[in-house]
């Protein structure tokens, strides 16, 4: 719960378009945008943020988040910078549980650079002052793959003629499990509605939640 009788309780957000955040976690520092901080006088913090898909760097991130499902994050570190780079705030959080990861939707018309959404709750957080500190971060100098350059690969199914990946999340709101809505042509539903029923016969006490995926023909 926030204590919202304090006004010093809650803090959101960056006020400013020309800061640059960064996450730091198991050694590896990589930017983050839409970063969103709700710090509470009393614990959990709420943390969001998201990470641009495309680098060496933010899938090395993007495994580490996804070890946290199975258990707790150690630390996390977000750096804010300005547009020199030069370290304006830090915040230290551990004892950190990730929520939900999800992911933005893979569509075959757009050109949108895919991102991995991250919330997460921290225990501790610790605050500390701007240390002019200057982050020399990687800049990647390949262009980053767009939303619609993707391939779905699921045992035998036909996935030649899938449309659009969506609605893509994992957490504690899916039970652990890769939760997604796909569509797939005309020709391939009846395959892929086949596939998903028998796989949801096979354990009953399966929740719509934990199946994998809905599909949908078009």
């Not at 035998?156 to 504690?172: C, D, E």
Request: hydrophobic share 35%.
């Amino acid at each position: 719960m926030l204590d919202g009788s304090n006004p010093l309780a809650a803090q959101n957000t960056r006020p400013n378009a020309s800061y640059t955040d960064f996450i730091i976690i198991d050694g590896m520092t990589v930017r983050v945008v839409n970063l969103s901080t709700l710090d509470s006088l009393r614990s959990p913090h709420r943390l969001y943020f998201e990470v641009t898909i495309g680098t060496d760097e933010t899938k090395k991130i993007l495994n580490s988040l996804l070890a946290g499902l199975q258990g707790q994050v150690g630390s996390l570190i977000f750096k804010s910078t300005n547009m020199q780079f030069q370290v304006i705030a830090e915040k230290d959080y551990r004892g950190i549980t990730i929520n939900e990861i999800s992911f933005t939707d893979l569509n075959g018309t757009s050109k949108d650079i895919p991102k991995v959404r991250v919330r997460m709750l921290a225990q501790d957080m610790t605050e500390k002052p701007g240390t002019n500190e200057t982050l020399r971060p990687q800049l990647s100098m390949t262009k980053l793959a767009a939303s619609n350059n993707f391939r779905l690969t699921l045992g035998s199914l036909t996935t030649s003629r899938v449309a659009a990946i969506y609605n893509m999340r994992i957490g504690k709101a899916t039970g652990g499990a890769l939760y997604f809505n796909v569509d797939v042509s005309r020709q391939d539903a009846k395959e892929w509605k086949d596939w998903f029923n028998a796989s949801a016969a096979k354990d009953q006490n399966l929740s719509r939640f934990q199946r994998l995926g809905r599909c949908r023909g078009g």
